[in-house]
């Protein structure tokens, strides 16, 4: 099994001294220290050699090495500029490392496939926590060649992840990171598995690409938005609450009995399958109700 030179706390205590650095919990910085995890997160991510696996977060590079021994290049973001030098060093030492620093959020796609010598095919990290769930959802959008994510996250975030429709963590954005892929694997970590301890429990997930299918002429974009409406209120029935955002009250009648969705229904109970179907219905009620204004 793949383990990490870097992933105990005697290592972990000995690199940030070398560089004089310390832990900052701003950043989110909570250093991996266990190996058993590490095997864990690498079978999870089923590399065998022909990948260029993305990174974000990296730290010390803990999960890098690991990464490092069996992907044939890995990139990753690191947003700390503290951190270059523990980076730089790492860069020296691997003919298949590169780093960018800056935000993850901000970093074009184009940037990191510059930086990968090609677009990254895997997503692998332990991510920032304050904006995991962002990173998740944006990758996937934004790059195409992405087949998978395995990452660690908050475990609330784990569970907004996998939740299905009608579960209280089930919403807009469990809806539209349908749209691009669904769950395939699942473990938890304990806060004992880094150092500092976080005070909250962590998770594990892998993302495997495949969403939703779009019908013709149906952009994810459109379906995002109709998410977004429908959330806008939860409290309310979807068609109160669409209404109450942007949409047509007229049209959504028309559009509901086509997509099999209850008006009265609240958004999460409706599957990303629902979305799509009730999307498609709208654009072809819309599409109808301006055919006829033109006569």
């Known amino acids: 099994m793949t383990t990490s030179p870097l992933a105990s706390p005697a290592a972990t205590r ?15 910085q909570n250093f991996l220290i266990d190996n058993h995890v590490i095997e864990r997160i690498m079978s999870l991510a089923e590399l065998d050699g022909s990948e260029c696996v993305l990174e974000v977060g990296p730290g010390i590079g803990t999960l890098t090495l690991a990464l490092l021994s069996e992907a044939s290049r890995v990139v990753s973001v690191e947003a700390d500029p503290e951190l270059e030098p523990v980076l730089e060093a790492h860069a020296e030492e691997h003919d298949g490392f590169a780093f960018i620093m800056g935000d993850a959020l901000k970093v074009a796609p184009a940037e990191i496939a510059e930086a990968a010598g ?16 962002t990173i998740i959802l944006q990758f ?3 790059m195409p060649a992405l087949q998978r ?6 475990k609330e975030v784990a569970d907004r992840i996998a939740a299905a429709p009608g579960n209280r963590t089930y919403g807009g954005y469990t809806a539209k990171l349908g749209l691009y892929g669904h769950v395939t694997g ?12 976080p005070h909250v429990d962590s998770a594990v997930v892998r993302i495997d690409r495949g969403g939703v299918e779009l019908p013709d002429g149906i952009e994810a974009e459109a379906v995002s938005r109709v998410i977004d409406a429908a959330f806008g209120q939860r409290r ?3 068609r109160n609450s669409m209404g109450s955002n942007g949409f047509d009250k007229a049209i959504l009648d028309e559009s509901f009995p086509v997509a099999g969705v209850e008006p009265s229904a609240r958004a999460e109970t409706l599957s ?3 979305f ?4 498609a219905a709208l654009a072809q009620s819309a599409s109808s109700a301006g055919e006829s204004e033109a006569r």
Request: aromatic share 10%.
């Open 236 to 238: 309310k029935t979807i």
């Open 149 to 154: 994510a395995v990452v660690m996250v908050q």
């Open 118 to 133: 090609g677009e990254p095919t895997v997503f692998v990290a332990n991510l920032p926590y304050n904006v995991a769930a």
């Open 272 to 274: 990303t399958a629902d």
């Open 276 to 279: 799509v179907r009730l999307t």
């Open 186 to 197: 699942r473990f938890e970590v304990p806060p004992r598995c880094f150092m500092p301890a």
């Open 14 to 28: 000995g690199l940030l001294e070398e560089f004089g650095l310390a832990t900052k919990h701003r950043l989110g």
């Open 140 to 142: 996937f959008q934004t």
